[in-house]
């Protein structure tokens, strides 16, 4: 909750995002998308990797604000990770075509597919399937990452009245087991 939260904060402009993307993101015509190089000031294993479909997006769109949006939440998505090492992936997939993924790996092992938007953890986010807006839970999944079997903690995302994408944490169930 407190992700989605402040994902919704800095696309209303309630918080004040302090790091931007508009120089930072790079053409990958591999893959015909986007990605996000590091930032200055970070190290590479302190950001999350964006990888997106189609064009740089321009600076003022509504693309760019949710990637800069995902780079305001990295604090949170490494402060879930750090407090639980078993969690493997924290991540934003937007309606827009893009994903933030923490921690970082290289575009060369994930990069955004247009499936992406056909998980659960996006369609179940999705306003004609969750119109109250709820945290939810997927049913178990085999990671495509190697992972092993796990389900997902997720919210949809919103700007006022639009749907922008939904924000999740992965939950092996492995871990799950032990919490049980």
């Known amino acids: 909750v407190a992700m989605r939260k402040t994902a919704e904060q800095y696309l209303m402009g309630r918080n004040r995002l302090t790091r931007y993307s508009k120089h930072h993101l790079h053409p990958i015509a591999s893959h015909n998308g986007y990605t996000l190089s590091v930032l200055p000031g970070y190290d590479e294993s302190e950001i999350c990797s964006i ?7 321009a ?5 760019a604000r949710e990637i800069d949006m995902t780079i305001g939440l990295l604090p949170l998505f490494q402060t879930v990770v750090a407090r639980n090492s078993d969690t493997p992936w924290v991540y934003y997939t937007s309606k827009n075509r893009f994903t933030s993924l923490y921690p970082r790996v290289s575009p060369k092992v994930f990069f955004y597919s247009f499936k992406s938007l ?18 939810f839970w997927t049913p178990p999944y085999l990671d495509e990452a190697g992972m092993g079997m796990m389900v997902t903690v997720a919210a949809p ?3 006022a009245d639009q749907f922008r994408g939904s924000v999740a944490i992965d939950i092996t169930l492995s871990k799950l087991g032990l919490l049980l």
């Open 157 to 159: 995302v919103y700007e």
């Open 59 to 63: 600076a003022n769109s509504v693309t």
């Open 51 to 57: 990888t997106g479909a189609g064009p740089v997006p």
């Open 118 to 135: 056909e998980y659960d953890v996006f369609t179940m986010a999705l306003p004609k399937r969750n119109p109250q807006r709820k945290v």
